[in-house]
């Protein structure tokens, strides 16, 4: 075990003088830091920094966010995924708005009351925001944790969990929980990095027991790699009259209350284009023809590699309204009007190819029903 004064004397100091200009650190404003947290689970910092300048100048205080609507919110997070988080951050906002008066409380048990705020959001809002003497552990800190004590455990496990959160405890000085937290989530992302860590610069080489035993490319002890699952998808774009048909999903599907376009998995056999057909009269009972094929988009999340097929498709029958199957509501509008919708990252990719190409949508003689 490293000597705790010797280590957080140099730990803090180097924060001091390395920590990066975030806006949160301007005030360390408890509203601010929680949507920050939430913001910075699996996504990189120098995008963060920008959807969280958007979120802000959309949402400046809670009660403006408790008072929003879920699509005005989901927007806003768009490109950050994981929507529940957003779905939940609102949750929070009228709970909070409700029961505490527009506060964000300070204590670590109520805060872990709140939807969707866990041990480690817990543990960050009321250490950074309120300076409250509370532990954090995240990925870059057991990663730290493993090199700097020699851990051999795999970090998720419920072993190593509740020993890196007692390390965590053990070293934490009372009175600098915001300074040193912040300190090891620093250290981890831009020193003591997952690949090829700077250890020269790093402000506790001389306590990195890794380092001595020249095992730091070792630790943390590799997880089991996931097979990533592949998935294909084909979607259509319907265009009528110059207008586009997009529909929103159900609010307890994936990707809850999101629009889209219509579509699903390519079945065995099947060829794209007889998805698109298929999905259409399923989901909507609207009979449809491909006219050409657009682009293939792929995007990955979690465990998964989605190929998306799209294409353009016109309808082969007017005069029928769609009948939802998969969805809950859906919307006729034009193709610069999809901006104000959030989508998921697959179809947001498919809009955004299409704007940039310029494609032009014809202009058929019928009207949506």
């Known amino acids: 075990m490293p000597t705790s004064t010797t280590l957080n004397q140099s730990l803090l100091c180097w924060f001091s003088e390395q920590q990066r200009d975030l806006p949160w650190r301007h005030t360390y404003e408890p509203y601010q830091v929680w949507i920050s947290e939430i913001m910075l689970q699996q996504t990189q910092m120098d995008r963060v920094t920008v959807f969280f300048r958007r979120w802000m100048d959309a949402f400046p205080d809670l009660a403006t966010l408790a008072n929003s609507s879920e699509q005005s919110v989901l927007k ?9 988080r957003a779905r939940n951050i609102l949750k929070c906002a009228k709970v909070l708005l409700k029961e505490h008066q527009g506060k964000i409380p300070a204590s670590r048990k109520q805060l872990l009351a709140l939807p969707g705020i866990g041990p480690y959001t817990a543990g960050a809002i009321a250490s950074i925001a309120y300076n409250r003497d509370v532990p954090v552990v995240d990925a870059n800190i057991e ?6 004590l020699n851990i051999d455990l795999i970090p998720g496990t419920p072993e190593a969990k509740k020993l890196f959160w007692k390390k965590a405890g053990e070293l934490l000085p009372r009175g600098e929980a915001r300074n040193f937290n912040q300190a090891l989530m620093e250290l981890g992302a831009l020193v003591c990095r997952p690949k090829n860590p700077n250890c020269p610069i790093c402000p506790v080489a001389e306590h990195c027991l890794a380092l001595k035993y020249d095992i730091i490319q070792e630790r943390p002890t590799a997880k089991k790699s996931k097979t990533v699952i592949p998935i294909d998808m084909a979607t259509g774009i319907l265009h009528h009259n110059g207008l586009l048909f997009i529909q929103q999903r159900l609010a307890d599907d994936v990707w809850g209350s999101l629009w889209e376009f219509p579509g699903g998995r390519i079945k065995k056999n099947e060829q794209p284009e007889q998805t698109v057909i298929r999905e259409f009269l ?10 050409s094929k657009i682009t293939t988009t792929i995007h990955h999340y979690t465990r998964y590699k989605v190929t998306l097929h799209c294409y353009l498709v016109k309808l082969a029958q007017s005069g029928n309204a769609p009948v939802l199957h998969a969805a809950q509501d859906f919307s006729w509008l034009p193709f610069e009007d999809l901006r104000n919708f959030a989508f998921p990252a697959g179809h947001r990719k498919l809009i955004n190819f299409i704007k940039a190409s310029g494609f032009n949508f014809h202009q058929p003689s019928c009207k949506p029903d």
Not at 143 to 148: D, G, P, V
Not at 282 to 291: F, K, Q, S
């Open 76 to 84: 806003s997070w768009e490109g950050l995924g994981y929507y529940s």
């Open 143 to 148: 990663r730290i944790f493993a090199r700097l």
């Open 282 to 291: 399923e989901e909507t009972e609207l009979r449809v023809e491909v006219e």
